[in-house]
């Protein structure tokens, strides 16, 4: 596993339909070493921050096994790290093989895995495609986000090394996407992504409420 690439952007005002839209989703690659806090990587900045950032969004994480599958899905030879709006590009670490929860070391920093990407308008206005929030959920390459655990420093092309993890229970991004997509539940599984100490608390309120999920006996 891999640190391909870290890409970082301020956010910036751009105009949708005569409409001044404030976006952090165009990021660019960088060289050398970048500090990692609690919060943010050095240089990046997130717009809206009721949906974005925080502590439990403080890095967003893509394969790039997913940008070569949206380059064909899509037909477009133009994608590259950061085209997703992610952080970090890695090589390894895809969604059916990493759990809420699940611990890494990069560079001197650490992190915890909280919880998958729910793509928004602003992804199709990236990458100039309307269908995209819903067909990018729709195949599970979602991504994932990244708690800081200890602040350090990262570099392109450092190793990605796993930490044991904390939880009791499994539960891949792939499987709680699935689960969130079905919008129903059994008592089960409910019990099971409630019991993880990584998960957000908004994410265990919905999985709790009447909206995504339904309970079945």
Not at 172 to 178: D, G, L, Q, S
Not at 187 to 196: A, G, V
Request: glycine content about 8%; charged content about 25%.
């Amino acid at each position: 596993m891999k640190l391909i690439s870290i890409n970082v952007a301020r956010p910036q005002l751009i105009s949708v339909h005569g409409k001044r839209v404030e976006t952090g989703i165009f990021k660019v690659p960088v060289v050398g070493p970048v500090t990692v806090d609690k919060l943010n990587l050095q240089g990046d900045g997130q717009a809206d921050l009721s949906v974005h950032g925080g502590p439990d969004k403080a890095v967003y994480v893509y394969p790039w096994e997913n940008v070569v599958y949206w380059k064909k899905a899509l037909q477009r030879e133009d994608l590259k790290p950061g085209s997703f709006g992610e952080n970090l590009t890695v090589d390894g670490l895809l969604e059916e093989q990493v759990a809420i929860g699940d611990g890494f070391e990069i560079g001197t920093a650490r992190f915890q895995v909280t919880q998958p990407r729910l793509p928004c308008f602003k992804l199709a206005l990236a990458l100039e495609t309307p269908s995209l929030p819903k067909i990018f959920l729709e195949s599970g390459r979602t991504g994932f986000y990244l708690r800081v655990l200890q602040e350090g420093t990262i570099e392109a092309g450092d190793a990605i090394h796993p930490l044991p993890s904390r939880e009791t229970a499994r539960v891949t991004i792939a499987e709680f996407v699935k689960l969130y997509r079905a919008k129903r539940a059994t008592r089960e599984e409910i019990k099971r992504i409630l019991s993880l100490n990584a998960l957000p608390q908004p994410w265990k309120d919905r999985l709790t409420s009447k909206v995504p999920l339904q309970l079945e006996e």
